[in-house]
């Protein structure tokens, strides 16, 4: 350890002041709840489909519930009381009534009705999160008998044709040809849905929906594979958007394997509400927490708007709100996949060293942590063929630097979705990269106050100076202000802002629960 | 008048070099299955320099020739810069002088794009290749509205800013998104607002055909490369008129 030779007492300070410029949010998500997180309530209680129009029975329930009683109290006890005095068994049921107009919702007012529905709702979510149990022991269960990735970093690869029937061969071939982790790329409308398609489907844009139906079709074709190839295939998706709480609990119960879950990324670049955000995103570490998921941030998307160089200290400030707030919502540092990515300039003189000091300061500061490397996209100009030395470059940063899972750089970023081809000169050049240069950090020690140090110093020393500024102004107002990514995001605006309703004395959510419980 | 044809390593030679996947598994069949669609598509003689399996179903190939095919460069049809280009301080001074305000730009991602890395190279501060965008320029007042911005919101935007200019930046083109979203711009536009009080339309994206501005409804198409400095300068020549 120590190849940079930082200062323990400025990482320490690092870490002090992201949890001092995190605290007040979390203390926000902690009093707020959504129109998400109700609904992953009750897609964990078992509340299951959607009407013929595709609008799944969780919404009409919560929006049923919100019109006769609001948010605020939550949604499990006016559901299970109205179940109890409907004498319905299945929650579903109830949310087929609701949306015909026949239920009434209220809080019950006698003690012995409200601990009656209380116990009920603890009931069953239970249910469902002990059936994330069971998924996670049998994640467990695989990878002790297939095995992990032979070699670090784990190969991650994306699949994005927008028919999961489409998706599943091209994931089994990508799994085949030495994929360790495959990612299925969400069709680029789903964030703002403010809710989770059904069923299998095959239309997507440059990409294709996260629904429950096409998470468990993908598993079972990965397992399959993990079976035929004698190593465990890991399943990522996106846990972000308007649904970033629901599609959290969807893949618990799907056994998926990794989730992009970023703590600010939809604030910043889908113009999320930071509020909603950020009440999402509690939930849903907390339920990747329980799962046993790898969360993946998404550093990477501030450089591909603000320059690599510059906006350097604004990845390592992330990275380490983002490891305060997953560390608060009871995620292990094993858990932790940190992004961040090879995007500096070609052009710039010294461009790999300074790519080096960055990557290095990243593991340094997070030593187990899964970190996350992302290819180049910015400066990936439809120029294939250097597009494939840039992306070798960055594989070789990868290896060289430790990091825990890499993203396979397409030299046809920016031209088209990867073709079959593509995917497979893609591999040659990580394989060849980390066939002849496996085991070069063992011999790769950066000179002692040389540029890559100097370097990594100076990045770290610009972003404590940034985390004291944030801490003095409030993380919400440096958000407003275009701190991350240059995006100005105030705190009363962007979507999603109407789903969110602060905690009334008796709020009462039985998953929050057992999650806070957990940590 | 001009006639070329591609150069390898001699004026003339005609060398292009294609690849391409195959569905079919890697054979001495698939490697002339390959000659023969290279020979069909012009490629005489076609040298297959390169095959190599993918999975179980395909095969890569890479493939050298010759091609006999003649462009006479008089005859390519291209959207050619109609305009002067300007510096920053003369777009500056132009709008100061001529239009006696400053001028109004708003600029979005329509539909469910999400890549703003075009309209930011365009629009911020910071630019494009060392090139500042248009919040550079004094005399222009911008409005970035960012990414997945619906139609109506954005002619509601443009109302209520009066633009000038509208700008839109497309990147994803999967089954034609761009077309059609651009295309559903320009109706909305042209339903809002009279035609005198329309903003020029501007679109932009790498996989544009900058010869169907007419068709798509808009005043203008900017391809790939394009810089602010150009947008800016266009602008210019469209609102305010090129200097007498």
């Given at each position: 350890m120590g190849k940079l030779d930082l200062d323990a007492g400025v990482v320490r300070r690092a870490r002090e002041l992201a949890a001092a410029a995190g605290q007040p949010v979390v203390d926000l998500a902690r009093s707020h709840t959504t129109v998400s997180v109700e609904r992953a309530v009750l897609r964990l209680a078992g509340v299951r489909g959607a009407d013929p129009d595709g609008i799944p029975w969780v919404n009409h329930l919560v929006d049923a519930v919100r019109a006769d009683v609001g948010l605020g109290h939550g949604v499990a006890v006016p559901v299970f009381a109205a179940l109890a005095a409907q004498g319905v068994d299945e929650v579903t049921v109830l949310a087929q009534k609701a949306a015909a107009g026949s239920v009434r919702f209220a809080v019950p007012g006698k003690r012995a009705e409200l601990a009656a529905a209380r116990r009920a709702a603890r009931r069953a979510t239970t249910t469902g999160l002990k059936t994330i149990d069971r998924r996670r022991?049998?994640?467990?269960?695989?990878?002790?008998?297939?095995?992990?990735?032979?070699q670090r970093p784990w190969i991650y690869l994306i699949v994005a044709t927008g028919d999961i029937y489409e998706d599943i061969p091209q994931a089994q071939a990508a799994a085949r040809a030495g994929a360790d982790v495959i990612a299925v790329i969400r069709s680029t409308g789903q964030s703002l849905l403010d809710y989770v398609p059904e069923g299998a489907t095959r239309e997507g844009y440059a990409g294709t929906y996260a629904t429950q139906e096409n998470f468990a079709l993908m598993r079972a074709a990965l397992d399959e594979t993990s079976r035929e190839v004698g190593r465990y295939v890991r399943l990522t998706n996106y846990a972000s958007g308007l649904c970033m709480p629901e599609i959290a609990a969807l893949a618990g119960l799907e056994r998926l394997d990794m989730m992009l879950n970023d703590s600010m990324y939809g604030i910043l670049f889908r113009d999320i509400n930071p509020i909603r955000t950020f009440v999402d995103q509690r939930f849903s570490r907390q339920v990747h927490a329980r799962a046993g998921i790898i969360i993946n941030t998404g550093e990477d998307n501030y450089l591909t708007t603000a320059d690599a160089v510059e906006a350097a200290h604004t990845v390592t400030v992330?990275?380490?709100?983002?490891?305060?707030?997953?560390?608060?919502?009871?995620?292990?540092?094993?858990q932790l996949g940190l992004g961040h990515a090879f995007e500096i300039n070609p052009d710039l003189p010294e461009s790999f060293r300074l790519e080096l000091a960055h990557a290095l300061l990243a593991r340094e500061l997070f030593p187990d942590a899964p970190l996350k490397w992302m290819p180049p996209t910015r400066h990936m100009t439809g120029d294939v063929f250097r597009g494939n030395l840039l992306d070798g470059f960055f594989n070789l940063a990868g290896t060289l630097t430790g990091q825990g899972i890499l993203l396979v750089g397409m030299m046809t970023e920016a031209v088209v979705t990867p073709w079959l081809s593509d995917r497979d000169i893609a591999l040659q050049n990580v394989r060849y990269v980390l066939g002849a240069a496996g085991g070069l950090h063992e011999d790769f020690a950066p000179a002692p106050g040389g540029f890559i140090q100097r370097r990594a110093h100076q990045v770290l020393d610009e972003a404590v100076d940034l985390l004291a500024r944030i801490v003095d102004d409030g993380l919400l107002n440096a958000i407003a202000d275009g701190t991350f990514g240059i995006m100005k995001r105030p705190a009363d605006r962007g979507k999603g802002?109407?789903?969110?309703?602060?905690?009334?004395?008796?709020?009462?959510?039985?998953?929050?629960e057992a999650l806070d419980g957990d940590r | 008048m001009a006639i070329v044809r591609p150069y390898g390593d001699t004026t003339g030679d005609g060398m292009v070099q294609v690849s391409f996947t195959l569905p079919i598994p890697h054979d001495k069949r698939a490697e002339g299955a390959a000659v023969q669609l290279a020979a069909t598509m012009g490629m005489d003689p076609a040298m297959l320099v390169h095959a190599r399996p993918i999975g179980d179903g395909y095969t890569f190939f890479v493939v050298y020739g010759r091609v006999h095919h003649l462009v006479d460069t008089d005859r390519v049809q291209v959207v050619e810069r109609d305009f002067p280009l300007l510096s920053a301080k003369e777009v500056n001074a132009a709008i100061k002088r001529r239009l006696r305000r400053r001028l109004t730009v708003v600029g979005a991602c329509i539909g469910t794009d999400a890549h703003t890395v075009g309209i930011d190279a365009i629009l911020n501060l910071k630019g494009v290749a060392g090139e500042k965008g248009l919040e550079y320029y004094r005399e222009l007042s911008v409005t970035n509205m960012g990414a997945q911005v619906s139609v109506p919101d954005l002619v509601e935007t443009a109302r209520a800013r009066r633009a000038d200019a509208v700008l839109v930046s497309q990147v994803v083109t999967q089954r034609d998104a761009h077309l059609q979203n651009t295309r559903a711009m320009s109706a909305a536009f042209r339903e809002a607002l009279p035609a005198g009080r329309r903003p020029l339309l501007v679109v932009g994206g790498p996989r544009f055909d900058e010869t169907m501005a007419g068709e798509l409804g808009v005043d203008r198409i900017f391809g790939r490369g394009t810089t602010p400095r150009e947008v800016a300068s266009y602008l210019v020549h469209a609102l305010v008129g090129d200097a007498a």
């Amino acid at each position: 350890m120590g190849k940079l030779d930082l200062d323990a007492g400025v990482v320490r300070r690092a870490r002090e002041l992201a949890a001092a410029a995190g605290q007040p949010v979390v203390d926000l998500a902690r009093s707020h709840t959504t129109v998400s997180v109700e609904r992953a309530v009750l897609r964990l209680a078992g509340v299951r489909g959607a009407d013929p129009d595709g609008i799944p029975w969780v919404n009409h329930l919560v929006d049923a519930v919100r019109a006769d009683v609001g948010l605020g109290h939550g949604v499990a006890v006016p559901v299970f009381a109205a179940l109890a005095a409907q004498g319905v068994d299945e929650v579903t049921v109830l949310a087929q009534k609701a949306a015909a107009g026949s239920v009434r919702f209220a809080v019950p007012g006698k003690r012995a009705e409200l601990a009656a529905a209380r116990r009920a709702a603890r009931r069953a979510t239970t249910t469902g999160l002990k059936t994330i149990d069971r998924r996670r022991a049998e994640r467990d269960r695989l990878i002790s008998r297939y095995g992990d990735p032979r070699q670090r970093p784990w190969i991650y690869l994306i699949v994005a044709t927008g028919d999961i029937y489409e998706d599943i061969p091209q994931a089994q071939a990508a799994a085949r040809a030495g994929a360790d982790v495959i990612a299925v790329i969400r069709s680029t409308g789903q964030s703002l849905l403010d809710y989770v398609p059904e069923g299998a489907t095959r239309e997507g844009y440059a990409g294709t929906y996260a629904t429950q139906e096409n998470f468990a079709l993908m598993r079972a074709a990965l397992d399959e594979t993990s079976r035929e190839v004698g190593r465990y295939v890991r399943l990522t998706n996106y846990a972000s958007g308007l649904c970033m709480p629901e599609i959290a609990a969807l893949a618990g119960l799907e056994r998926l394997d990794m989730m992009l879950n970023d703590s600010m990324y939809g604030i910043l670049f889908r113009d999320i509400n930071p509020i909603r955000t950020f009440v999402d995103q509690r939930f849903s570490r907390q339920v990747h927490a329980r799962a046993g998921i790898i969360i993946n941030t998404g550093e990477d998307n501030y450089l591909t708007t603000a320059d690599a160089v510059e906006a350097a200290h604004t990845v390592t400030v992330s990275q380490l709100l983002n490891e305060f707030f997953a560390h608060e919502a009871g995620l292990a540092d094993a858990q932790l996949g940190l992004g961040h990515a090879f995007e500096i300039n070609p052009d710039l003189p010294e461009s790999f060293r300074l790519e080096l000091a960055h990557a290095l300061l990243a593991r340094e500061l997070f030593p187990d942590a899964p970190l996350k490397w992302m290819p180049p996209t910015r400066h990936m100009t439809g120029d294939v063929f250097r597009g494939n030395l840039l992306d070798g470059f960055f594989n070789l940063a990868g290896t060289l630097t430790g990091q825990g899972i890499l993203l396979v750089g397409m030299m046809t970023e920016a031209v088209v979705t990867p073709w079959l081809s593509d995917r497979d000169i893609a591999l040659q050049n990580v394989r060849y990269v980390l066939g002849a240069a496996g085991g070069l950090h063992e011999d790769f020690a950066p000179a002692p106050g040389g540029f890559i140090q100097r370097r990594a110093h100076q990045v770290l020393d610009e972003a404590v100076d940034l985390l004291a500024r944030i801490v003095d102004d409030g993380l919400l107002n440096a958000i407003a202000d275009g701190t991350f990514g240059i995006m100005k995001r105030p705190a009363d605006r962007g979507k999603g802002l109407d789903g969110v309703a602060a905690h009334e004395p008796d709020y009462y959510n039985p998953v929050t629960e057992a999650l806070d419980g957990d940590r | 008048m001009a006639i070329v044809r591609p150069y390898g390593d001699t004026t003339g030679d005609g060398m292009v070099q294609v690849s391409f996947t195959l569905p079919i598994p890697h054979d001495k069949r698939a490697e002339g299955a390959a000659v023969q669609l290279a020979a069909t598509m012009g490629m005489d003689p076609a040298m297959l320099v390169h095959a190599r399996p993918i999975g179980d179903g395909y095969t890569f190939f890479v493939v050298y020739g010759r091609v006999h095919h003649l462009v006479d460069t008089d005859r390519v049809q291209v959207v050619e810069r109609d305009f002067p280009l300007l510096s920053a301080k003369e777009v500056n001074a132009a709008i100061k002088r001529r239009l006696r305000r400053r001028l109004t730009v708003v600029g979005a991602c329509i539909g469910t794009d999400a890549h703003t890395v075009g309209i930011d190279a365009i629009l911020n501060l910071k630019g494009v290749a060392g090139e500042k965008g248009l919040e550079y320029y004094r005399e222009l007042s911008v409005t970035n509205m960012g990414a997945q911005v619906s139609v109506p919101d954005l002619v509601e935007t443009a109302r209520a800013r009066r633009a000038d200019a509208v700008l839109v930046s497309q990147v994803v083109t999967q089954r034609d998104a761009h077309l059609q979203n651009t295309r559903a711009m320009s109706a909305a536009f042209r339903e809002a607002l009279p035609a005198g009080r329309r903003p020029l339309l501007v679109v932009g994206g790498p996989r544009f055909d900058e010869t169907m501005a007419g068709e798509l409804g808009v005043d203008r198409i900017f391809g790939r490369g394009t810089t602010p400095r150009e947008v800016a300068s266009y602008l210019v020549h469209a609102l305010v008129g090129d200097a007498a």
